[in-house]
């Protein structure tokens, strides 16, 4: 299955973007925004030279995986994959407020180094968009400009809400997906990343989502699993029968307790809290 014929057109700033690039790699998640930037970069390059890249690591939940692949294919690009080694790292394990910033710069010098060449690419873009780019807690936008990284949704001025807008245009099927930040980012601040704790985030996870659940989060605190979901969700989490499918849920993944956040979804919120404290 490939893109229907646009019904919206690529805007110009966007468009433009792409001006003078002959073949480029897209950073590519298959969330919304990355989404975007490859059905752009395919309205207006073409297929034939454009390249999804999908860095492959642990902090990737086997589901989302699946999910790029498949949005890929609607969009029509060529996909590749990429195997990152962040984990390698003694400063991502050690997981400070710039842990981001040492993910995109081992994806984006793996790129560099095996796609680059391979694919004959000129360039290689990324889903940063203007609301992104605003924010205090986006450390992985150091590392895009230090690799000279493009950026075409924050250089065209689109925020989340003109991205989605662009992505049910053009019928993207992760259109309205929610964020899906990379498994790391459930482990505080100044504790250590492990394949073992993105494991147990990552099976919890898809057995709460098993239950019915969508937008939701497991945070790893040792033997406590803290778990946000969008308010509208915490009375019915909270009640029976869901609430003690849940309690064997995270149990099920290695966690001796469940606790559930009154707060809800807090997107950033071990970065902000850091950055508040600095």
């Known amino acids: 299955m490939t893109l229907a014929p646009p019904e919206t057109a690529v805007p110009a700033a966007l468009a433009r973007a792409f001006s003078g690039v002959g073949r480029l790699g897209v950073a590519f998640s298959g969330g919304v925004d990355s989404a975007v930037v490859l059905a752009a970069a395919v309205r207006t390059l073409g297929a034939a030279r454009v390249v999804a890249v999908l860095g492959v690591s642990p902090s990737l939940p086997a589901t989302e ?7 890929a294919a609607v969009v029509g690009a060529a996909l590749v994959e990429v195997e990152t080694r962040e984990g390698e790292d003694p400063a991502y394990r050690a997981n400070g407020a710039d842990r981001c910033f040492h993910c995109k710069d081992e994806l984006f010098t793996r790129i560099g180094e095996d796609v680059v060449t391979a694919h004959d690419l000129d360039a290689v873009a990324y889903g940063e968009n203007a609301d992104d780019a605003r924010r205090p807690d986006r450390p992985g936008s150091r590392a895009a400009a230090e690799h000279r990284v493009l950026r075409p949704l924050a250089d065209a001025g689109l925020d989340k ?3 989605r807008a662009l992505a049910r245009a053009w019928s993207l099927p992760c259109a309205d997906k929610p964020a899906a930040p990379c498994l790391a980012s459930r482990i505080p601040h100044h504790q250590e990343v492990t394949p073992a704790k993105l494991a147990q985030v990552e099976a919890a ?18 033997d406590i699993a803290r778990l946000e979901v969008p308010a509208a969700d915490l009375v019915r989490v909270a009640s029976d029968p869901l609430r003690e499918q849940v309690r064997s849920a995270v149990r099920g993944a290695g966690f001796r307790w469940a606790v559930l956040d009154l707060a809800g979804m ?13």
Not at 65 to 71: G, L
Not at 207 to 222: E, F, K, Q, S, Y
Request: charged residues 25%.
């Open 205 to 222: 996870e898809a057995a709460l989502r098993a239950l019915g659940l969508g937008d939701l989060r497991v945070r790893h605190h040792g």
């Open 65 to 71: 995986r699946a999910a790029a692949h498949r949005v």
């Open 161 to 163: 809400a003109a991205v």
């Open 266 to 278: 807090q997107s950033g919120a071990f970065t902000l809290e850091v950055l508040r404290r600095g």
